[in-house]
């Protein structure tokens, strides 16, 4: 069973910038969808942004023109450049792929803006 395991969260200050990364421990076929969804303490999770199987991608509101969603395709998994951070970017980041057969989900990594 292929593992989704994230990288590259963790303190930054507000105004900084992280690059989430995602690998994969094998191969994941007729994929459709890749994403990043986030979660705060309290908060339910959300959809942070989505690259689908023709290069397009859908941002959630509170990060458009500061998060930028692309696709590894060494690993067929999704990278997230977060730019221009705020505290409330704060949350547990996971990455998503979905395939045709299956979705596969990360455990995901921790980011806090915080100065």
């Known amino acids: 069973q292929v593992q989704l395991v994230e990288s590259g969260g963790g303190l930054v200050q507000p105004g900084g910038s992280l690059r989430l990364s995602c690998a994969a421990s094998g191969r994941i076929f007729s994929i459709t969808t890749m994403g990043w969804h986030r979660q705060a303490p309290g908060r339910q999770r959300e959809l942070v942004a989505a690259?689908?199987?023709?290069?397009?991608?859908n941002y959630a509101d509170s990060v458009k023109g500061r998060f930028t969603i692309s696709r590894d395709n060494a690993n067929n998994t999704p990278t997230l450049q977060m730019n221009s951070l705020k505290p409330e970017d704060t949350a547990v980041y996971s990455c998503h792929v979905h395939s045709v057969f299956r979705d596969y989900w990360g455990q995901g990594t921790q980011v806090t803006v915080s100065s």
């Open positions: 690259i689908f199987s023709d290069g397009s991608t």
